[in-house]
């Protein structure tokens, strides 16, 4: 499995941006997708974008055009650039790659919280 470090979150004032940063280490060669999801409290994780191997990306509609995820091979890392933040995103944000013939690994997660 993948080892990913979730970093960028807090507190941030409705209407503002935040940048979330996800670092793989490990056997990080063989990601096929990596993507962020979040968790509200008292339910599942919920996805909210996705890359894929080659760039093609995947959005969850209630965060079309207000959060951009990109990567850079180079440095094995995602990013998850979020504008116009709501407080309904407030959540805990984690990191997820996908490997084929290993599945699913995890950050730790990153609190994300949208106040005034």
């Known amino acids: 499995q993948v080892q990913l470090v979730e970093s960028g979150g807090g507190l941030v004032q409705p209407g503002g941006s935040l940048r979330l940063s996800c670092t793989a280490s490990g056997s990080s060669g063989s990601i096929s997708a990596m993507g962020w999801y979040r968790q509200f409290p008292g339910n599942e994780r919920e996805l909210v974008a996705q890359?894929?191997?080659?760039?093609?990306?995947n959005y969850a509609d209630s965060v079309k055009g207000r959060f951009t995820i990109s990567e850079d091979n180079a440095k094995n890392t995602v990013d998850l650039q979020i504008h116009s933040l709501k407080p309904e995103d407030t959540a805990v944000y984690y990191c997820n790659a996908w490997q084929i013939g290993v599945g699913d690994s995890w950050g730790q997660g990153t609190q994300v919280t949208v106040s005034s």
């Open positions: 890359i894929f191997d080659g760039g093609h990306t």
